[in-house]
């Protein structure tokens, strides 16, 4: 609920109190996804607002369909790393991205069991990788992440 100014000068800090229902334990998720298509310096860069466009989409086919959907916020990022060369030499490099990041908000989604969150953020980030040509995705859900490929072998 927003309020206006009137109603905004008239609160207190102890007016605030604790929702019932929404405590309970943090279950915090990321997913980092590239911006840059393709693993050469010629790849496309997508605007994070393509991201924030597709996690919309996501977001509201889920609810159109009655189903729970995760929300969070974006922001812009670069990975940096290094790796290295069978000729003896360091390589490195960097690259944008976008990271959502959220938390499985206890009143909301406090039903649910995390292995149906897990599948939620998988589905949006296999979404978020196909919108902004990704064949790696990383996700992170509690204490747990791993890394989506599409070139991964299957089990």
């Known amino acids: 609920m927003r309020l206006n100014r009137a109603q905004r000068l008239d609160i207190r800090p102890q007016d605030y109190i604790i929702v019932p229902g929404s405590t309970g334990p943090r279950r915090d998720f990321r997913i980092t996804v590239g911006l840059r298509e393709g693993w050469t310096e010629e790849g496309r860069i997508y605007d994070i607002a393509e991201?924030?466009?597709?996690?919309?989409?996501?977001?509201?086919?889920?609810?159109?369909?009655?189903?729970?959907?995760?929300?969070?916020?974006?922001?812009r990022a670069e990975v940096?790393?290094?790796?290295?060369?069978?000729?003896?030499?360091?390589g490195s490099d960097r690259e944008p991205v976008a990271v959502f990041t959220g938390e499985a908000v206890h009143a909301y989604l406090g039903h649910?069991?995390?292995?149906?969150?897990?599948?939620?953020?998988?589905?949006?980030?296999?979404?978020?990788?196909?919108?902004?040509?990704?064949?790696?995705?990383?996700?992170?859900?509690?204490?747990?992440?791993?890394?989506?490929?599409?070139?991964a072998p299957t089990p």
């Open 51 to 75: 991201a924030v466009h597709t996690a919309h989409a996501w977001m509201r086919h889920r609810v159109d369909a009655g189903l729970p959907a995760l929300s969070g916020m974006f922001t």
């Open 80 to 90: 940096t790393y290094a790796w290295p060369r069978p000729d003896g030499s360091t």
């Open 112 to 151: 649910l069991p995390d292995k149906e969150i897990e599948t939620m953020l998988n589905e949006l980030a296999t979404e978020l990788g196909a919108a902004l040509g990704q064949e790696r995705l990383y996700v992170a859900f509690c204490d747990r992440t791993w890394i989506l490929d599409i070139n």
